[in-house]
Nanobody
Framework: QVQLVESGGGLVQTGGSLRLSCAASGSIFSINLMGWYRQAPGKQRELVAYITSTGITNYADSVKGRFTISRDNAKNTLYLEMNSLKPEDTGVYYC?????WGQGTQVVVSS
C-alpha cells in the first residue's frame, strides 16, 4: 500500500479549471487501478474517474468531456484535469488506490 496526498484544490468560478494532483509515497507502476472520487456536502462519496495501468480510463457521466484523468508512473503521481467547472462539481476530491485513500482536497465552484 502507498500513502496518497492530494493537492490542487481551491475556489474557482463557474467555467474555470483546476488540476488536481495525487502524490504517492511509493511506486505506482504496478498499481493496476487508481481513481478519483468526490464527496459533495450531504452526499455520498462517488467515483469521478479511474485509470488502469495500461491507460484505460472511465468517467462518471456527469464529468465526461470535461475532466481528464492521467497518471505519471515516473513521478508516482495521479492527476485530474478539470475544465468547464460547474457548481455541482463542488466537493472534497479524494485519490484512491487499492487499500489507500488520500486525505482529500477541497474544490469549490462559485456560481
Amino acid at each position: 500500500q502507498v500513502q496518497l496526498v492530494e493537492s490542487g484544490g481551491g475556489l474557482v468560478q463557474t467555467g474555470g479549471s483546476l488540476r488536481l494532483s495525487c502524490a504517492a509515497s511509493g511506486s505506482i507502476f504496478s498499481i493496476n487501478l487508481m481513481g478519483w472520487y468526490r464527496q459533495a456536502p450531504g452526499k455520498q462519496r462517488e467515483l469521478v474517474a479511474y485509470i488502469t495501468s495500461t491507460g484505460i480510463t472511465n468517467y462518471a457521466d456527469s464529468v465526461k468531456g470535461r475532466f481528464t484523468i492521467s497518471r505519471d508512473n515516473a513521478k508516482n503521481t495521479l492527476y485530474l484535469e478539470m475544465n468547464s467547472l460547474k457548481p455541482e462539481d463542488t466537493g472534497v476530491y479524494y485519490c484512491q488506490s487499492p487499500g489507500s485513500w488520500g486525505q482529500g482536497t477541497q474544490v469549490v465552484v462559485s456560481s
